[in-house]
């Protein structure tokens, strides 16, 4: 995943560096946020894989709180790219949705950052960070 993170961030454009922070688990990802903030970063894309089994649903949910409460207190963006096991039915399909969700989410980064006009375009249109978008409300004006 993080491979296709730098990869997409870097086709992007430039003007920013990249600091990587690897964590053991799901559950430490707002420790990792938190201390990239400490050393000084705008945003962080917080990669992380969830299996299939009822507790990994709920670490995966405990790790969500816990990036919303960095986020929250830091004032700057996490975005939470988290892939489930049971989200594909076999490993090619789980291969392709880590790379699209991740590169989908990079480019995010980057808008946040440098594009902040591209995100406000896509506002309202039903955009999803890995299978097809669900488009805009119908009779939303878009």
Known sequence: MA????????KQGGGFSIERYTVP?????????KILFDRGC???LA????????????CALAADFGLQVVQANA??????????ED???????????????TREHAVNAYDLLFRPEAMRSRA??????????AGPLKGSGR
């Open 3 to 10: 491979a296709a993170a730098v990869d997409e961030l870097r």
């Open 25 to 33: 688990g799901i559950k430490d990802l707002a420790a990792g946020a």
């Open 42 to 44: 705008d945003i962080v």
């Open 47 to 58: 990669l992380g894989m969830v299996g299939r089994q009822p507790v990994d649903k709920d």
């Open 75 to 84: 004032g700057r963006h996490i975005l939470g790219v988290m892939v489930h």
């Open 87 to 101: 989200e594909a039915t076999d490993e090619a399909g789980l291969a392709w949705l880590f790379d699209r969700r």
């Open 124 to 133: 309202g249109t039903g955009q999803r960070e890995g299978f097809e978008d």
